[in-house]
């Protein structure tokens, strides 16, 4: 039963979507939704960014079912690879929609959780509309989130984060570029203030 724990629009909209999770979805829910740092090491295409996604999804959609949602970034995803960005920006919008649908099938109310992307493409305009009503769903790279802990504007979107998700990690973990992901991870969590997930 390892949907069973989620908000029933987004399980509803799981069971639509798929025939039944993967194993590393069932192996890795129940780790995150305990709040543990989770590891997901799986083959291509065995659903791992879903695994990692939908309980932080799950998160968003009770709080925004239960009073609101703020305008305020609490999930950060960071991909060493600037195209895999804009396509997990893409792969997102798909559930989100779905849930979406299946929340207004039931009643419930309408929900909006947004996600953007900001990399060293980000449009000046675009980071503009990202600093005056920040993304639920930050999606970016290591440097773009190094940036975004340099300047006052990143600093205060990123101070409301509470889960992070870092993509690929194998292609930066024995690198500098690894290192200096590390240690822009250690300023965001010393920026919230409060143990990150």
Do not use: C
Not at 160 to 174: F, K, L, Y
């Amino acid at each position: 039963m390892p949907l069973a724990r989620f908000h029933p629009a987004v399980s509803a909209w799981f069971s639509r979507a798929f025939a039944a999770p993967t194993e590393p979805q069932t192996r890795a829910w129940p780790a995150i939704r305990a709040g543990r740092h989770t590891l997901i090491a799986a083959p291509t295409g065995s659903g791992k960014t879903l695994a990692a996604f939908l309980a932080a999804i799950d998160t968003l959609v009770r709080e925004a079912v239960d009073g609101g949602l703020p305008d305020e970034t609490q999930v950060v995803y960071v991909s060493p690879l600037k195209a895999l960005s804009n396509d997990i920006q893409r792969n997102l919008e798909w559930p989100l929609a779905g849930i979406r649908e299946q929340l207004r099938a039931s009643g419930g109310p309408e929900v909006d959780i947004r996600v953007l992307v900001r990399t060293g493409d980000t449009s000046q305009s675009e980071r503009a509309a990202m600093r005056r009503r920040p993304p639920h769903i930050l999606v970016t790279t290591p440097e773009s989130l190094y940036l975004l802990l340099t300047s006052e504007s990143g600093r205060a979107m990123l101070a409301t984060a509470r889960t992070v998700i870092v993509d690929e990690i194998h292609a930066v973990a024995g690198n500098k570029r690894g290192s200096h992901l590390a240690l822009s991870l250690e300023r965001l969590a010393a920026l919230v203030g409060r143990p990150l997930q």
